[in-house]
Protein backbone atom coordinates (compact mmCIF):
# COMPACT_ATOMS: atom_id res chain seq x y z
CA UNK A 1 0.00 0.00 0.00
CA UNK A 2 2.65 2.83 0.99
CA UNK A 3 4.67 1.71 -2.35
CA UNK A 4 1.14 2.56 -3.87
CA UNK A 5 0.47 5.97 -2.49
CA UNK A 6 3.90 6.85 -2.73
CA UNK A 7 3.85 6.20 -6.90
CA UNK A 8 0.23 7.74 -6.85
CA UNK A 9 1.49 11.13 -5.01
CA UNK A 10 3.29 12.53 -7.81
CA UNK A 11 2.90 16.41 -7.26
CA UNK A 12 0.23 17.95 -9.23
CA UNK A 13 2.76 21.02 -9.63
CA UNK A 14 6.11 20.85 -9.82
CA UNK A 15 8.59 23.38 -8.37
CA UNK A 16 12.13 22.51 -9.03
CA UNK A 17 14.20 24.72 -10.52
CA UNK A 18 11.62 27.45 -9.75
CA UNK A 19 11.02 30.18 -7.48
CA UNK A 20 7.81 29.61 -6.07
CA UNK A 21 6.61 31.57 -3.27
CA UNK A 22 8.05 30.34 0.29
CA UNK A 23 6.43 28.33 2.16
CA UNK A 24 7.30 25.67 5.26
CA UNK A 25 8.76 22.33 4.69
CA UNK A 26 6.53 20.08 3.36
CA UNK A 27 6.63 15.95 4.20
CA UNK A 28 6.59 13.56 1.73
CA UNK A 29 2.96 12.32 0.99
CA UNK A 30 0.99 14.13 3.03
CA UNK A 31 2.72 17.45 3.07
CA UNK A 32 1.44 20.04 5.21
CA UNK A 33 -1.52 18.59 6.67
CA UNK A 34 -1.14 17.42 9.98
CA UNK A 35 -0.72 21.65 10.76
CA UNK A 36 -4.33 22.43 9.62
CA UNK A 37 -5.97 20.43 12.76
CA UNK A 38 -6.73 23.81 14.45
CA UNK A 39 -8.56 25.40 11.15
CA UNK A 40 -6.82 26.16 7.69
CA UNK A 41 -7.45 29.92 8.33
CA UNK A 42 -5.00 30.18 11.40
CA UNK A 43 -2.63 27.96 10.05
CA UNK A 44 -2.08 30.04 6.95
CA UNK A 45 -2.16 33.13 8.66
CA UNK A 46 0.58 31.96 10.94
CA UNK A 47 2.80 30.97 7.45
CA UNK A 48 1.92 34.46 6.43
CA UNK A 49 3.64 35.82 9.63
CA UNK A 50 6.69 33.87 8.69
CA UNK A 51 6.92 33.76 4.94
CA UNK A 52 4.94 36.88 4.00
CA UNK A 53 2.00 38.02 2.26
CA UNK A 54 2.26 35.56 -0.36
CA UNK A 55 2.90 31.95 0.79
CA UNK A 56 2.72 28.43 0.03
CA UNK A 57 1.75 25.31 1.09
CA UNK A 58 1.69 21.29 0.11
CA UNK A 59 -1.74 19.63 1.10
CA UNK A 60 -1.79 16.01 0.35
CA UNK A 61 -1.16 16.02 -3.66
CA UNK A 62 -1.80 20.05 -4.38
CA UNK A 63 0.07 23.28 -4.06
CA UNK A 64 -1.91 25.72 -2.26
CA UNK A 65 -0.79 29.53 -2.81
CA UNK A 66 -2.19 31.79 -0.24
CA UNK A 67 -2.58 35.59 -0.01
CA UNK A 68 -3.62 37.61 2.74
CA UNK A 69 -2.74 41.29 2.00
CA UNK A 70 -4.51 43.77 -0.04
CA UNK A 71 -1.63 43.40 -2.56
CA UNK A 72 -1.62 39.52 -2.26
CA UNK A 73 -4.90 39.43 -3.14
CA UNK A 74 -5.01 42.06 -6.10
CA UNK A 75 -2.39 40.66 -7.66
CA UNK A 76 -4.24 36.63 -7.41
CA UNK A 77 -7.33 38.56 -8.75
CA UNK A 78 -5.53 39.78 -11.95
CA UNK A 79 -3.99 36.12 -12.11
CA UNK A 80 -7.52 35.23 -12.46
CA UNK A 81 -8.53 37.40 -14.49
CA UNK A 82 -5.99 37.10 -17.15
CA UNK A 83 -5.24 33.31 -16.84
CA UNK A 84 -7.96 29.89 -17.63
CA UNK A 85 -8.63 28.83 -14.00
CA UNK A 86 -11.37 26.47 -12.54
CA UNK A 87 -13.05 26.59 -9.31
CA UNK A 88 -12.25 23.66 -6.89
CA UNK A 89 -15.20 21.83 -5.62
CA UNK A 90 -14.74 19.31 -3.45
CA UNK A 91 -15.18 15.90 -3.99
CA UNK A 92 -18.23 15.52 -1.73
CA UNK A 93 -20.40 17.91 -3.68
CA UNK A 94 -19.37 16.52 -7.35
CA UNK A 95 -22.56 14.51 -7.76
CA UNK A 96 -22.83 15.27 -11.81
CA UNK A 97 -24.58 18.39 -11.11
CA UNK A 98 -21.87 20.61 -11.84
CA UNK A 99 -23.74 21.64 -15.07
CA UNK A 100 -26.63 23.02 -13.42
CA UNK A 101 -24.64 24.83 -10.11
CA UNK A 102 -24.35 28.34 -10.01
CA UNK A 103 -21.64 28.02 -6.29
CA UNK A 104 -19.76 25.04 -7.98
CA UNK A 105 -19.84 25.80 -11.32
CA UNK A 106 -16.50 25.17 -11.94
CA UNK A 107 -16.26 27.67 -14.82
CA UNK A 108 -17.81 30.97 -15.49
CA UNK A 109 -20.20 29.21 -18.43
CA UNK A 110 -23.41 30.61 -20.12
CA UNK A 111 -25.34 28.21 -17.87
CA UNK A 112 -23.61 30.09 -14.87
CA UNK A 113 -24.08 33.38 -16.36
CA UNK A 114 -28.22 33.02 -16.75
CA UNK A 115 -28.32 32.10 -12.95
CA UNK A 116 -26.59 34.72 -11.92
CA UNK A 117 -28.06 37.24 -14.25
CA UNK A 118 -31.56 35.38 -12.78
CA UNK A 119 -30.64 35.94 -9.19
CA UNK A 120 -29.31 39.54 -10.02
CA UNK A 121 -32.39 40.50 -11.98
CA UNK A 122 -35.60 38.72 -9.73
CA UNK A 123 -33.98 38.45 -6.17
CA UNK A 124 -31.18 40.82 -5.28
CA UNK A 125 -32.33 43.61 -7.61
CA UNK A 126 -33.50 46.95 -5.58
CA UNK A 127 -37.08 46.01 -6.86
CA UNK A 128 -36.86 42.63 -5.91
CA UNK A 129 -35.50 43.50 -2.58
CA UNK A 130 -37.76 45.88 -2.24
CA UNK A 131 -40.99 43.07 -3.11
CA UNK A 132 -39.63 40.92 -0.36
CA UNK A 133 -39.08 43.10 2.15
CA UNK A 134 -42.65 42.59 3.63
CA UNK A 135 -42.03 39.10 3.92
CA UNK A 136 -38.83 39.75 6.21
CA UNK A 137 -40.06 41.77 8.22
CA UNK A 138 -43.58 39.10 8.76
CA UNK A 139 -41.19 36.40 10.12
CA UNK A 140 -38.84 38.65 12.00
CA UNK A 141 -42.05 39.98 13.62
CA UNK A 142 -42.67 36.34 14.21
CA UNK A 143 -38.79 35.50 15.75
CA UNK A 144 -39.47 38.77 18.08
CA UNK A 145 -42.93 37.21 19.19
CA UNK A 146 -41.38 33.67 19.70
CA UNK A 147 -38.76 35.41 21.83
CA UNK A 148 -41.29 36.99 23.93
CA UNK A 149 -43.21 33.97 25.32
CA UNK A 150 -39.37 32.51 25.70
CA UNK A 151 -38.59 35.42 27.99
CA UNK A 152 -36.32 34.06 30.86
CA UNK A 153 -35.76 31.09 29.62
CA UNK A 154 -32.71 29.80 27.69
CA UNK A 155 -32.65 30.01 24.14
CA UNK A 156 -30.27 29.20 21.19
CA UNK A 157 -29.70 32.07 18.77
CA UNK A 158 -28.26 30.32 15.63
CA UNK A 159 -31.21 27.61 15.50
CA UNK A 160 -33.62 30.27 15.78
CA UNK A 161 -32.33 32.75 13.15
CA UNK A 162 -31.17 29.78 10.97
CA UNK A 163 -34.98 28.82 11.08
CA UNK A 164 -36.10 32.50 10.79
CA UNK A 165 -34.27 32.59 7.55
CA UNK A 166 -35.17 29.33 5.89
CA UNK A 167 -38.41 30.63 6.71
CA UNK A 168 -38.00 34.41 4.62
CA UNK A 169 -36.24 32.39 1.52
CA UNK A 170 -38.94 29.26 1.49
CA UNK A 171 -41.46 32.01 1.28
CA UNK A 172 -39.67 34.23 -1.26
CA UNK A 173 -38.94 31.25 -3.39
CA UNK A 174 -42.46 28.88 -2.74
CA UNK A 175 -44.59 31.13 -0.60
CA UNK A 176 -43.72 28.26 1.86
CA UNK A 177 -42.81 28.02 5.76
CA UNK A 178 -40.64 25.18 6.19
CA UNK A 179 -39.48 24.74 9.62
CA UNK A 180 -41.27 25.54 12.88
CA UNK A 181 -39.11 28.19 15.35
CA UNK A 182 -39.56 25.69 18.46
CA UNK A 183 -36.71 23.28 16.74
CA UNK A 184 -36.49 19.70 15.46
CA UNK A 185 -34.03 18.60 13.29
CA UNK A 186 -35.82 17.14 10.38
CA UNK A 187 -37.09 18.18 6.70
CA UNK A 188 -35.21 21.03 5.09
CA UNK A 189 -33.66 22.14 8.43
CA UNK A 190 -31.70 18.50 9.01
CA UNK A 191 -31.08 18.61 5.30
CA UNK A 192 -29.08 21.94 5.46
CA UNK A 193 -27.44 21.14 8.79
CA UNK A 194 -26.34 18.09 7.74
CA UNK A 195 -25.30 19.45 3.99
CA UNK A 196 -23.41 22.46 6.63
CA UNK A 197 -21.49 19.13 8.38
CA UNK A 198 -20.47 17.14 5.75
CA UNK A 199 -19.22 20.34 4.12
CA UNK A 200 -17.19 20.82 7.31
CA UNK A 201 -15.70 17.42 7.38
CA UNK A 202 -12.28 17.40 5.70
CA UNK A 203 -12.25 15.25 2.67
CA UNK A 204 -9.35 12.83 1.94
CA UNK A 205 -10.00 12.55 -1.30
CA UNK A 206 -9.95 16.54 -1.49
CA UNK A 207 -6.51 15.78 -1.19
CA UNK A 208 -5.72 12.34 -2.75
CA UNK A 209 -7.87 12.97 -5.85
CA UNK A 210 -7.25 9.11 -6.65
CA UNK A 211 -9.63 8.30 -3.70
CA UNK A 212 -12.63 10.25 -5.29
CA UNK A 213 -13.65 6.46 -6.42
CA UNK A 214 -13.53 5.07 -3.41
CA UNK A 215 -15.11 7.79 -1.53
CA UNK A 216 -13.41 6.18 1.81
CA UNK A 217 -15.37 8.34 4.50
CA UNK A 218 -18.81 7.95 2.80
CA UNK A 219 -19.12 11.89 2.29
CA UNK A 220 -20.22 12.04 -1.26
CA UNK A 221 -23.13 9.71 -0.91
CA UNK A 222 -24.18 11.49 2.54
CA UNK A 223 -23.98 14.73 0.77
CA UNK A 224 -26.05 13.25 -2.28
CA UNK A 225 -28.22 11.90 0.15
CA UNK A 226 -29.11 14.90 2.24
CA UNK A 227 -29.49 16.93 -1.39
CA UNK A 228 -32.04 14.54 -2.06
CA UNK A 229 -34.41 14.89 1.04
CA UNK A 230 -34.21 18.79 0.71
CA UNK A 231 -35.34 18.17 -2.99
CA UNK A 232 -38.04 16.17 -1.56
CA UNK A 233 -39.57 18.56 0.59
CA UNK A 234 -40.45 20.93 -2.75
CA UNK A 235 -40.94 18.47 -4.99
CA UNK A 236 -44.63 18.17 -4.57
CA UNK A 237 -45.01 21.94 -4.61
CA UNK A 238 -43.36 21.98 -7.79
CA UNK A 239 -45.28 19.43 -9.76
CA UNK A 240 -48.49 21.28 -8.34
CA UNK A 241 -47.28 24.64 -9.69
CA UNK A 242 -46.18 23.12 -12.94
CA UNK A 243 -49.77 22.05 -13.26
CA UNK A 244 -51.62 25.30 -12.99
CA UNK A 245 -48.74 27.60 -14.96
CA UNK A 246 -50.71 26.64 -17.82
CA UNK A 247 -53.60 28.48 -17.20
CA UNK A 248 -51.95 31.03 -15.65
CA UNK A 249 -49.88 31.54 -17.92
CA UNK A 250 -53.31 31.84 -20.29
CA UNK A 251 -54.67 34.55 -17.79
CA UNK A 252 -51.03 36.83 -17.66
CA UNK A 253 -50.95 36.66 -13.91
CA UNK A 254 -47.26 37.87 -12.11
CA UNK A 255 -45.09 35.52 -10.84
CA UNK A 256 -46.28 34.65 -6.96
CA UNK A 257 -42.41 33.59 -5.86
CA UNK A 258 -39.46 32.87 -7.24
CA UNK A 259 -40.44 28.89 -8.10
CA UNK A 260 -43.18 30.71 -11.06
CA UNK A 261 -39.84 32.48 -12.42
CA UNK A 262 -37.86 29.57 -12.65
CA UNK A 263 -40.80 28.07 -14.52
CA UNK A 264 -41.66 30.71 -16.62
CA UNK A 265 -37.31 30.53 -17.13
CA UNK A 266 -38.29 27.03 -18.73
CA UNK A 267 -36.07 25.42 -15.79
CA UNK A 268 -36.19 21.78 -15.27
CA UNK A 269 -37.04 20.23 -12.32
CA UNK A 270 -33.14 19.52 -11.49
CA UNK A 271 -32.48 23.23 -12.22
CA UNK A 272 -34.79 24.44 -9.76
CA UNK A 273 -33.65 21.88 -7.46
CA UNK A 274 -29.99 22.56 -7.20
CA UNK A 275 -30.27 26.49 -7.47
CA UNK A 276 -32.82 26.59 -4.50
CA UNK A 277 -31.09 24.01 -2.56
CA UNK A 278 -27.46 26.23 -3.33
CA UNK A 279 -29.44 29.67 -2.25
CA UNK A 280 -30.69 27.68 0.71
CA UNK A 281 -27.60 26.42 1.90
CA UNK A 282 -25.88 29.82 0.71
CA UNK A 283 -27.74 31.90 2.24
CA UNK A 284 -28.81 30.93 5.70
CA UNK A 285 -26.13 29.28 7.56
CA UNK A 286 -24.03 32.58 6.64
CA UNK A 287 -26.18 34.89 7.76
CA UNK A 288 -27.31 33.38 11.12
CA UNK A 289 -23.95 32.90 11.79
CA UNK A 290 -23.61 36.92 11.45
CA UNK A 291 -25.90 37.59 13.58
CA UNK A 292 -24.86 35.15 15.88
CA UNK A 293 -21.66 36.49 15.95
CA UNK A 294 -22.50 39.74 16.39
CA UNK A 295 -24.72 39.50 19.10
CA UNK A 296 -22.16 37.50 21.30
CA UNK A 297 -19.75 40.57 20.63
CA UNK A 298 -22.04 43.33 21.31
CA UNK A 299 -22.98 41.31 25.23
CA UNK A 300 -19.60 41.21 25.41
CA UNK A 301 -19.10 45.09 24.59
CA UNK A 302 -21.57 46.13 26.61
CA UNK A 303 -20.56 50.09 25.12
CA UNK A 304 -21.35 48.87 21.69
CA UNK A 305 -24.51 47.46 22.97
CA UNK A 306 -25.74 50.85 24.47
CA UNK A 307 -24.68 52.90 21.68
CA UNK A 308 -26.33 50.34 19.32
CA UNK A 309 -29.54 50.39 21.94
CA UNK A 310 -29.69 54.49 21.94
CA UNK A 311 -29.36 54.79 18.39
CA UNK A 312 -32.55 52.52 18.20
CA UNK A 313 -34.68 54.62 20.77
CA UNK A 314 -33.41 57.78 19.17
CA UNK A 315 -34.17 56.87 15.73
CA UNK A 316 -37.46 54.79 16.28
CA UNK A 317 -38.32 54.58 19.51
CA UNK A 318 -38.35 51.62 21.76
CA UNK A 319 -42.39 50.34 20.59
CA UNK A 320 -42.31 50.73 17.19
CA UNK A 321 -41.96 47.67 15.47
CA UNK A 322 -38.46 48.10 13.41
CA UNK A 323 -39.00 47.67 9.61
CA UNK A 324 -36.68 48.18 6.43
CA UNK A 325 -37.10 51.47 6.18
CA UNK A 326 -35.95 52.22 9.43
CA UNK A 327 -32.65 50.52 8.83
CA UNK A 328 -30.97 53.47 6.53
CA UNK A 329 -30.95 55.55 9.52
CA UNK A 330 -28.86 53.57 11.80
CA UNK A 331 -25.23 54.28 10.74
CA UNK A 332 -23.68 52.52 14.40
CA UNK A 333 -26.37 49.30 13.87
CA UNK A 334 -23.85 49.13 10.14
CA UNK A 335 -21.09 49.62 11.79
CA UNK A 336 -21.65 46.77 14.10
CA UNK A 337 -22.57 44.55 11.05
CA UNK A 338 -19.04 45.35 9.31
CA UNK A 339 -16.69 45.02 12.43
CA UNK A 340 -18.74 41.52 12.67
CA UNK A 341 -17.99 40.47 9.52
CA UNK A 342 -14.00 41.98 9.51
CA UNK A 343 -13.12 39.75 12.76
CA UNK A 344 -15.66 36.63 11.94
CA UNK A 345 -16.51 36.35 7.98
CA UNK A 346 -18.64 33.38 7.24
CA UNK A 347 -15.77 32.42 4.61
CA UNK A 348 -12.81 33.54 5.49
CA UNK A 349 -10.91 31.62 2.80
CA UNK A 350 -11.49 33.21 -0.41
CA UNK A 351 -11.47 31.34 -3.99
CA UNK A 352 -10.19 28.37 -4.13
CA UNK A 353 -9.58 28.25 -7.78
CA UNK A 354 -6.55 26.12 -9.55
CA UNK A 355 -4.83 28.36 -12.65
CA UNK A 356 -4.31 26.21 -15.60
CA UNK A 357 -0.92 27.69 -16.89
CA UNK A 358 1.81 28.51 -14.68
CA UNK A 359 2.47 32.31 -14.21
CA UNK A 360 4.48 34.93 -12.57
CA UNK A 361 2.56 36.45 -9.11
CA UNK A 362 4.34 39.25 -7.10
CA UNK A 363 7.36 38.14 -8.80
CA UNK A 364 7.11 34.10 -7.48
CA UNK A 365 6.61 31.35 -9.98
CA UNK A 366 3.41 29.99 -9.70
CA UNK A 367 3.03 26.19 -11.22
CA UNK A 368 0.16 25.34 -13.01
CA UNK A 369 -2.79 23.90 -10.94
CA UNK A 370 -2.03 25.66 -7.94
CA UNK A 371 -4.96 26.46 -6.19
CA UNK A 372 -4.92 29.94 -5.26
CA UNK A 373 -6.43 31.47 -2.01
CA UNK A 374 -7.46 34.98 -0.27
CA UNK A 375 -7.07 34.99 3.49
CA UNK A 376 -9.82 37.27 4.02
CA UNK A 377 -9.67 36.10 8.23
CA UNK A 378 -6.00 36.97 8.20
CA UNK A 379 -6.67 40.60 6.35
CA UNK A 380 -9.27 41.13 9.12
CA UNK A 381 -7.06 41.00 11.95
CA UNK A 382 -4.00 42.38 10.26
CA UNK A 383 -2.05 45.06 12.94
CA UNK A 384 -0.83 46.45 9.62
CA UNK A 385 -4.44 47.22 8.34
CA UNK A 386 -6.58 47.67 11.51
CA UNK A 387 -5.84 49.54 14.42
CA UNK A 388 -5.96 46.95 17.53
CA UNK A 389 -7.22 44.65 15.44
CA UNK A 390 -8.44 41.99 17.75
CA UNK A 391 -10.89 44.56 19.74
CA UNK A 392 -14.47 45.20 18.59
CA UNK A 393 -14.49 48.68 17.79
CA UNK A 394 -17.32 49.41 15.09
CA UNK A 395 -16.42 52.94 15.73
CA UNK A 396 -13.96 52.41 12.90
CA UNK A 397 -15.94 52.11 9.99
CA UNK A 398 -17.93 55.01 11.02
CA UNK A 399 -15.06 57.00 10.68
CA UNK A 400 -13.92 55.20 7.09
CA UNK A 401 -15.77 54.86 3.50
CA UNK A 402 -14.66 51.14 3.48
CA UNK A 403 -17.03 49.00 2.27
CA UNK A 404 -18.11 45.12 1.83
CA UNK A 405 -18.54 45.64 -2.24
CA UNK A 406 -15.35 44.42 -3.65
CA UNK A 407 -13.45 47.10 -3.55
CA UNK A 408 -11.73 47.64 -0.53
CA UNK A 409 -9.18 44.64 -0.72
CA UNK A 410 -8.31 44.78 2.94
CA UNK A 411 -12.20 43.54 4.18
CA UNK A 412 -13.86 41.15 1.35
CA UNK A 413 -16.35 39.40 3.81
CA UNK A 414 -18.12 38.71 0.41
CA UNK A 415 -15.50 38.36 -1.75
CA UNK A 416 -14.67 40.27 -4.74
CA UNK A 417 -14.73 39.74 -8.62
CA UNK A 418 -17.04 37.46 -11.13
CA UNK A 419 -17.53 35.03 -8.04
CA UNK A 420 -18.35 37.60 -5.14
CA UNK A 421 -21.28 36.67 -3.29
CA UNK A 422 -24.52 37.93 -5.53
CA UNK A 423 -26.50 37.43 -2.31
CA UNK A 424 -24.89 40.59 -0.30
CA UNK A 425 -27.75 43.40 -0.70
CA UNK A 426 -30.16 40.62 0.18
CA UNK A 427 -28.08 39.53 3.17
CA UNK A 428 -26.76 42.58 4.47
CA UNK A 429 -31.06 43.69 4.61
CA UNK A 430 -31.82 40.32 6.25
CA UNK A 431 -29.18 40.60 9.07
CA UNK A 432 -29.47 44.92 9.33
CA UNK A 433 -33.27 44.03 10.55
CA UNK A 434 -32.62 40.96 12.62
CA UNK A 435 -30.10 42.09 14.52
CA UNK A 436 -31.82 45.98 15.04
CA UNK A 437 -35.24 43.68 16.30
CA UNK A 438 -32.80 41.42 18.99
CA UNK A 439 -31.07 44.83 20.03
CA UNK A 440 -33.94 46.68 20.26
CA UNK A 441 -36.65 44.49 22.01
CA UNK A 442 -34.45 42.99 24.35
CA UNK A 443 -31.61 42.77 26.80
CA UNK A 444 -29.43 39.90 26.59
CA UNK A 445 -27.97 37.49 29.46
CA UNK A 446 -25.90 34.55 29.66
CA UNK A 447 -27.51 31.99 31.70
CA UNK A 448 -26.00 30.86 35.40
CA UNK A 449 -24.34 33.97 35.95
CA UNK A 450 -25.11 37.15 34.56
CA UNK A 451 -22.15 38.93 34.75
CA UNK A 452 -19.71 36.26 33.16
CA UNK A 453 -19.96 37.78 29.91
CA UNK A 454 -16.21 38.29 29.46
CA UNK A 455 -16.07 34.32 29.80
CA UNK A 456 -18.01 34.10 26.57
CA UNK A 457 -16.14 31.59 24.36
CA UNK A 458 -15.77 32.75 21.12
CA UNK A 459 -13.90 29.80 19.74
CA UNK A 460 -14.31 29.56 16.13
CA UNK A 461 -15.12 26.23 13.52
CA UNK A 462 -14.03 26.12 10.86
CA UNK A 463 -16.03 24.49 7.30
CA UNK A 464 -17.77 25.75 4.96
CA UNK A 465 -19.24 28.11 6.50
CA UNK A 466 -17.22 28.88 9.71
CA UNK A 467 -19.29 29.06 12.96
CA UNK A 468 -18.89 29.75 16.69
CA UNK A 469 -17.95 26.72 18.15
CA UNK A 470 -20.08 26.63 20.85
CA UNK A 471 -24.49 27.90 20.36
CA UNK A 472 -24.55 31.00 21.75
CA UNK A 473 -27.46 30.08 24.22
CA UNK A 474 -28.61 33.05 26.28
CA UNK A 475 -32.27 34.40 27.80
CA UNK A 476 -33.78 37.44 26.08
CA UNK A 477 -35.45 39.61 28.91
CA UNK A 478 -37.79 42.23 27.64
CA UNK A 479 -36.99 45.90 26.94
CA UNK A 480 -40.72 47.16 26.39
C1 LIG B 1 -23.43 37.11 5.66
C2 LIG B 1 -23.92 36.54 4.60
C3 LIG B 1 -23.11 36.07 3.42
C4 LIG B 1 -21.74 36.04 3.25
C5 LIG B 1 -20.66 36.53 4.19
C6 LIG B 1 -21.51 35.48 1.94
C7 LIG B 1 -20.24 35.31 1.38
C8 LIG B 1 -20.02 34.72 0.17
C9 LIG B 1 -18.72 34.50 -0.40
C10 LIG B 1 -17.41 34.87 0.27
C11 LIG B 1 -18.88 33.89 -1.59
C12 LIG B 1 -17.80 33.36 -2.51
C13 LIG B 1 -17.18 34.41 -3.28
C14 LIG B 1 -15.96 33.87 -3.96
O1 LIG B 1 -15.79 32.68 -4.15
O2 LIG B 1 -15.17 34.70 -4.31
C15 LIG B 1 -20.30 33.72 -1.80
C16 LIG B 1 -20.84 33.15 -2.91
C17 LIG B 1 -22.19 32.97 -3.09
N1 LIG B 1 -23.19 33.39 -2.23
FE1 LIG B 1 -22.97 34.36 -0.50
N2 LIG B 1 -22.70 35.16 1.36
C18 LIG B 1 -23.70 35.51 2.22
C19 LIG B 1 -25.05 35.40 2.01
C20 LIG B 1 -25.63 34.91 0.88
C21 LIG B 1 -27.04 34.88 0.61
C22 LIG B 1 -28.11 35.43 1.55
C23 LIG B 1 -27.22 34.26 -0.59
C24 LIG B 1 -28.49 33.93 -1.33
C25 LIG B 1 -29.69 33.88 -0.81
C26 LIG B 1 -25.90 33.91 -1.09
C27 LIG B 1 -25.65 33.26 -2.27
C28 LIG B 1 -24.39 33.02 -2.78
C29 LIG B 1 -24.16 32.34 -4.05
C30 LIG B 1 -25.23 31.76 -4.96
C31 LIG B 1 -22.77 32.31 -4.24
C32 LIG B 1 -22.00 31.70 -5.41
C33 LIG B 1 -21.71 32.73 -6.46
C34 LIG B 1 -20.88 32.19 -7.61
O3 LIG B 1 -20.09 31.27 -7.42
O4 LIG B 1 -21.00 32.73 -8.70
N3 LIG B 1 -24.97 34.33 -0.17
N4 LIG B 1 -20.97 34.24 -0.72
Known sequence: LIIYVCIRTKPTASL?????????????????????????????????????????VKLGTHLFVIGSSPMAATEIMRAHDRLPTYRWVPKAGQDGLQDYSLIWATECTDHWKLLRSLCRTELFSAKGLDSQSVIREKNVEKMVGFLKRKQGEVVNVRELVFATTVNILGNICFSKDFVGLEGGSGGLKGALYRLMKLGTTPNIADFYPWFEELDPQGLKK??????????????????????IWESKKACGLDDLDFLDTMIRSGFSDLQINQLTVELFSGGTHSTASTIEWALAELMKNKQAMITIQNELQNEIGSTTRITESHVSKLPYLHACVKETLRLHPPAPLLHPQAILEGSKIMNYTVPKNSQLIINVWAMGRDPSLWEDPLSFKPERFCETNVDFKGQDFKFLPFGVGRRMCPGYPYAIKQIHLMLASLVQNFDWFLPNNMEDVFKLDMTENFGIISQRKKPLMVIPKCRC
Not at 27 to 44: A, C, D, Q, V
Not at 224 to 242: C, G, H, P, Q, T
Open 16 to 56: HGQNPPPGPYSWPIIGNLPYMLKGPHIYFTNLARSYGPLCS
Open 222 to 243: KTSEAMNEAFSVWKDLIKERRS
